[in-house]
């Protein structure tokens, strides 16, 4: 029978975790600050932004919010961060992403301290992962690990297939596939034989940005199965970029979407801010 990972059981179990740990620092008189930094009023964001804040304040870590309009200039975003920077009250700084199209992402990123860093997106960030180093570790990659450990899937020695490459997941995922002692292949749209390869895979990341892509036909009898993607359908449901009906029976184990990594992400940039008050 195939185990359903289930996202939300684990996030609140980290949560509880991050908590105590909050309520002890608290005691001490150190209150972890995150500030959050949303421009413009897209939709999708705003919601992020919100379930961030309402972990914030369970886990009792304070937030800062500041809601800019869409007309913010780069200079305008770039000194504000560098107040936060500059801040001995922040503990980390994120910046809702994506940014208004005359806003340099890139810029941005580089602008935020690496001692903030939370996102782990900042070259110093990810440079720290690639030689393993200790460092921010972009979140959802990071959830995806936990979700793996605390459902008693074992990663050393399997052979991973991670699909896609981009910055915040797809590499990062592979880097900290490897540090788990996996044997690791990252796949992508130039693939050539692409079912050949992700067939292999005894742990099958997922990660195109394509809806319900991956069917059964692409996955290997009794493979972990991630699905990081999250798309509308035609009805407006929530769905992967796997097939989940058609891969959850071939599989043993696999996430569903909603419900699966989604929250973990907003777990671990909780892990990530309480990470900051610890170095």
């Known amino acids: 029978m195939t185990k359903l990972i289930d996202g939300k059981k684990i996030s609140a179990q980290i949560k509880e975790e991050l908590k105590t740990e909050v309520a002890g620092l608290r005691a001490e008189g150190i209150i972890p600050c995150l500030a959050v930094i ?19 304040e369970y886990i009792g870590i304070e937030s800062l919010s500041y809601e800019l309009e869409a007309s913010t200039t780069e200079s305008e975003l770039l000194a504000l961060i560098e107040t936060l920077n500059q801040s001995a009250k922040v503990n980390g700084i994120l910046v809702q992403l994506p940014l208004p199209e005359h806003i340099e992402e890139d810029k941005v990123i580089q602008a935020i301290s690496p001692k903030k860093d939370v996102d782990g997106f900042h070259p110093v960030s990810v440079g720290n992962l690639c030689i393993g180093r200790e460092g921010f570790v972009s979140c959802t990659p990071a959830g995806v690990i936990q979700l793996l450990k605390r459902s008693g899937i074992e990663i050393e020695g399997k052979e991973c297939v991670v699909v896609g490459r981009s910055n915040i997941v797809g590499k990062p995922m592979s880097i900290l596939m490897l540090r788990e002692n996996a044997t690791v292949t990252m796949v992508h749209s130039k693939t050539v034989n692409l079912k050949e390869v992700t067939k292999r895979a005894d742990i099958l990341i997922v990660s195109m940005g394509k809806p319900k892509f991956i069917t059964g ?27 989940f009906d058609d891969v959850a029976e071939k599989a043993s184990a696999i996430t569903p979407v909603p419900g699966g990594v989604g929250p973990m992400t907003i777990a671990m940039l909780m892990e990530n801010c309480v990470n900051a008050v610890r170095k």
Do not use: Q
Request: proline share 2%; net charge negative.
């Open 38 to 56: 949303l421009v413009g009023s897209d939709p999708a964001s705003a919601v992020y932004v919100r379930n961030k804040k309402r972990a914030c």
């Open 217 to 243: 036909e692409y996955v290997k009898d009794g493979a972990v199965v991630i699905d990081v993607g999250i798309h509308r359908n035609e009805d407006n449901k929530l769905c992967g970029d796997v097939d």
